[in-house]
């Protein structure tokens, strides 16, 4: 069985490394759009306000990795027995076809994929589409998509 604990601090080292990446994009950016290489040579050349709205929208990106990163930390993570009902941090193993998925109910950094003991490990949050199937699902019973059963809620 995956050890949530080792599954949460991998995502976090994810969310750092983003973090980080980010930030730094988000600088040469800035610094970028003062640079005085960048400077308007005409009333029509917008490349140093282009730099400053990527350096807005990196740093927007920044924030929203810091808000995950800041949910997860105080996930409460909780064993789920074989009977119980999958919530926010289920593990949920899910046989769709003929491939079998692990997902990870989060409150935030949905989409994130990251590899924990060889399973790869896609977050998810209640708002995406599969999250809302997943939440209250029950190890055995098939989700609304008649192509995948879940076989196990941890």
């Not at 990446?21 to 308007?40: K, V, Y």
Request: glycine letters at 10%; charged letters at 25%; hydrophobic letters at 40%.
């Amino acid at each position: 069985m995956i050890d949530k604990q080792i599954l949460i601090h991998a995502i976090l080292d994810e969310l750092h490394r983003q973090f980080t990446r980010l930030c730094g994009a988000a600088e040469e950016s800035r610094a970028g759009a003062t640079d005085g290489e960048n400077r308007s040579e005409s009333k029509y050349d917008t490349r140093s306000i282009e730099a400053n709205y990527l350096a807005d929208g990196q740093s927007r990106q920044a924030e929203k990795v810091s808000l995950a990163s800041a949910a997860l930390q105080v996930l409460q993570l909780r064993a789920f027995g074989p009977g119980d009902v999958a919530g926010l941090g289920a593990l949920v193993e899910v046989q769709m076809r003929d491939e079998r998925m692990w997902f990870f109910l989060v409150p935030a950094a949905g989409g994130m994929e990251v590899t924990v003991d060889g399973n790869v490990i896609t977050l998810i949050t209640p708002e995406a589409p599969l999250g809302r199937q997943l939440m209250g699902a029950r190890t055995g019973v098939r989700t609304k998509s008649p192509a995948s059963t879940v076989l196990q809620v941890a």
